[in-house]
């Protein structure tokens, strides 16, 4: 049983297009996010949700718009896709927002915009 | 600002020793992570310190001194498999994680 699930694993598409990333946790976890990884390996915050709603928002382009419809899913919309968008995202999950516990994270998907 | 200091990357034999520093300044203190990333996987939680001292889990030890910013990550006997990149991680007041760039650790037969 996979903990925290996200597909796809693997997007490639072309400039300008939109895109969208699914993410679930079978946790029972309150709070989720979605981190973006560069060529450069940062790992940066864009988003935490804490039992559906949005608690962090880090300064994101707003083509990307999060959306979970319930505590176990983190959903991310993507419009307009621009080549600086390339990078590996990653789904996370935590017990709680003020929880200093471990995050579980999904495999990543790895997004190419040519 | 925040900010958190790891080496680029690091190279060890197998079976040596290998120590893994990271500086952090950060708006307080709610803990430090390590956490270990294979090429093309997941990070993957290996230690968690809030307090001063060493934490020991099987060949891996972490190391925390809250008074100088710094903790560092101990890998003995060291196995081929331990090639991966370590990310130290620091949550702030905000209980936010705040990242390092991670440090590539190879390691040589």
């Known amino acids: 049983d996979t903990a925290v699930s996200q597909t796809p694993k693997y997007l490639v598409t072309q400039m300008g297009n939109d895109k969208s990333i699914k993410c679930e946790q079978n946790?029972?976890?309150?709070?989720m996010y979605w981190y973006k990884q560069d060529s450069k390996k940062f790992l940066k915050i864009m988003f935490s949700?804490?039992?559906?709603?949005?608690?962090i928002n880090e300064t994101v382009p707003n083509r990307f718009s999060p959306k979970s419809p319930d505590k176990a899913h983190l959903n991310l919309h993507i419009n307009s896709l621009e080549l600086g968008d390339s990078a590996v995202y990653f789904c996370?999950?935590?017990?709680?927002?003020?929880?200093?516990?471990?995050?579980?994270f999904g495999e990543g998907s790895r997004l190419t915009v040519l | 600002g925040q900010n958190i200091d790891q080496p680029t990357e690091m190279t060890a034999t197998e079976g040596a020793i290998v120590q893994i520093n990271c500086t952090y300044q950060?708006?307080?203190?709610?803990?430090l992570f390590w956490y270990q990333q294979h090429a093309g996987e997941a990070p993957t939680f290996l230690s968690y310190?809030?307090l001063d001292g060493l934490e020991e889990k099987g060949r891996f030890s972490s190391f925390l001194s809250r008074s100088k910013g710094y903790s560092y990550l101990l890998l003995k006997e060291l196995q081929m498999k331990d090639s991966a990149s370590y990310l130290c991680a620091v949550m702030d007041s905000n209980y936010q994680l705040i990242w390092g760039a991670g440090t590539k650790l190879i390691i040589k037969p």
């Open positions: 310190n809030v």
């Open positions: 996370a999950s935590s017990q709680g927002s003020r929880d200093t516990g471990e995050l579980f």
């Open positions: 946790l029972g976890h309150d709070t």
């Open positions: 950060t708006s307080g203190f709610n803990g």
């Open positions: 949700y804490n039992n559906k709603e949005l608690i």
